[in-house]
């Protein structure tokens, strides 16, 4: 299930204009709508029939540029019951956790759907994703998100309300990804649920909650040594030969914890440590 993502607009997209100073509005086309806007209106039929990349003007004269939205721009702009974990961060958990298509994943902690979208993509029609949330307000803000974004409820997805650890009952599953408060507390439950070679990984804003989900990990005995890290992201400025960092950027929006299940009976190797005082390995 799916709305359409290539060919002229049709009744029923969702389109994305974008005004010269790339301010964004998201509107669903309709065969009588109108947007209307402080700099005039657009009739929905000026899009309709339109390919990808079209630009439109207002009653006012201000020009549009059309596109079916991207899944960032979507998320960045979907309405809110919790934070949302951004495009840079949900990437790096597609990627790092390595969420392929076919793949089982345990999702804990749905906050508004930004992440589930992200990983029923990356799973594909064959995988699954199962959300688990504690608080049904936002579980209801999250379905709302996800099923306007896929045009509709997605067999792919189950959505729970409910405690992982009191609630959890899948087994082999391939990734567990939590992003709660404390997801140290969920680590036993995500052992269990892991086939051998899966992965977990935790998403966390602050360093006492990263190096408590780290030693966690670290002392349960079923986790090969964690791996915890922060992406940064800078745009740049390029106009002919000013070429810059921009001064601002999307700097720390939370951490990333990974490790992978080992098989059951398997005890950890020793880590092995640079003694204090010497770069030299041991």
């Not at 204009?17 to 209106?41: M, Q, S, Y």
């Not at 309405?79 to 949302?84: K, L, Q, T």
């Not at 969420?99 to 345990?106: E, K, N, Q, T």
Request: aromatic letters at 8%.
């Amino acid at each position: 299930m799916g709305f359409r993502r290539h060919g002229p607009f049709q009744a029923g997209d969702q389109v994305q204009l974008t005004d010269p100073k790339n301010k964004r509005h998201t509107i669903t086309l309709k065969e009588d709508g109108v947007f209307h806007t402080h700099k005039g209106a657009i009739p929905h039929s000026d899009l309709i029939g339109q390919p990808e990349g079209s630009v439109v003007r207002s009653s006012g004269g201000t020009q549009y540029l059309a596109f079916r939205h991207l899944l960032q721009d979507y998320t960045l702009a979907m309405p809110r019951g919790a934070a949302v974990i951004y495009p840079k961060d949900a990437s790096m958990i597609v990627g790092m956790a390595d969420v392929f298509p076919g793949a089982r994943v345990i999702e804990a902690g749905v906050g508004s759907g930004a992440l589930t979208c992200f990983l029923l993509r990356a799973v594909g029609p064959e995988g699954h994703v199962t959300s688990y949330e504690r608080r049904q307000e936002f579980a209801d803000v999250a379905r709302k998100n996800v099923e306007k974004f896929y045009g509709g409820a997605m067999d792919s997805w189950r959505l729970v309300v409910g405690d992982l650890n009191e609630s959890i009952d899948e087994i082999d599953v391939d990734r567990v990804i939590l992003d709660m408060l404390a997801p140290w507390e969920c680590v036993d439950a995500a052992a269990k649920a892991l086939t051998p070679g899966g992965v977990i990984c935790c998403y966390v804003a602050t360093t006492t909650q990263m190096s408590k989900t780290v030693e966690t990990i670290r002392d349960h005995g079923s986790f090969t040594e964690p791996h915890a890290w922060e992406t940064l992201l800078r745009d740049w400025h390029v106009e002919g030969l000013a070429v810059r960092p921009d001064h601002r950027m999307i700097g720390h929006t939370g951490f990333l914890v990974t490790a992978r299940r080992m098989a059951d009976g398997v005890t950890p190797p020793p880590r092995r440590r640079r003694p204090k005082g010497t770069t030299e390995e041991l």
